[in-house]
């Protein structure tokens, strides 16, 4: 199985009332964050059978926007366990659960989701140590119990390749 985890997309400063920090959107760098995300996704021809957000308002905004530009038409499933201070063994249940899928997206938020990549790709040890930024995605390709992480993109990379794209990728230099 192929797992793409995405964490969210930047939504400003944390709110120290949890019930409104539930539901903090995306700020105007994280719509663009999503945005070029979804198209360096898009133009990598990644294509997913199922997306599977965290129901915080930020992890929805980032899959919808990821998705629409990926073309999803299936609508995105919500799983508690994608909450910031869920526990491994509640991923692990969720993810045999989703089994029979080829390539699911989970969109989600650290601390739980650092340790999810770390430990999905380090043979349960956590030992992996990744720097999974806001708006990141990282690809793993998930055999048995212990995964190879692919590739990771961040916000940063996925914006210079969408800029770099739409220059000519012919050298400038004056012929005569």
Request: net charge positive; glycine share 6%.
């Amino acid at each position: 199985m192929l797992l793409y985890f995405l964490r969210h997309a930047s939504a400003g400063k944390t709110m120290l009332n949890p019930k409104k920090d539930e539901r903090r959107p995306l700020d105007e760098e994280g719509i663009l964050q999503a945005r070029y995300m979804g198209r360096l996704l898009a133009n990598l021809d990644v294509q997913v059978d199922q997306i599977i957000s965290s129901p915080l308002k930020r992890a929805r905004q980032t899959a919808s926007l990821v998705a629409n530009e990926l073309a999803f038409e299936a609508a995105v499933q919500i799983e508690d366990v994608l909450r910031p201070d869920a526990e491994f063994q509640q991923f692990q249940a969720m993810l045999a659960r989703y089994g029979k899928y080829d390539a699911i997206m989970l969109v989600g938020h650290n601390p739980s989701f650092t340790e999810f990549l770390s430990k999905s790709v380090s043979a349960r040890s956590g030992a992996a140590q990744v720097e999974f930024k806001k708006g990141s995605v990282a690809k793993v390709d998930m055999r048995g119990r212990t995964g190879t992480l692919q590739w990771l993109v961040t916000p940063k990379i996925a914006r210079t390749l969408q800029t770099s794209l739409k220059a000519s990728s012919r050298p400038k230099t004056a012929r005569k």
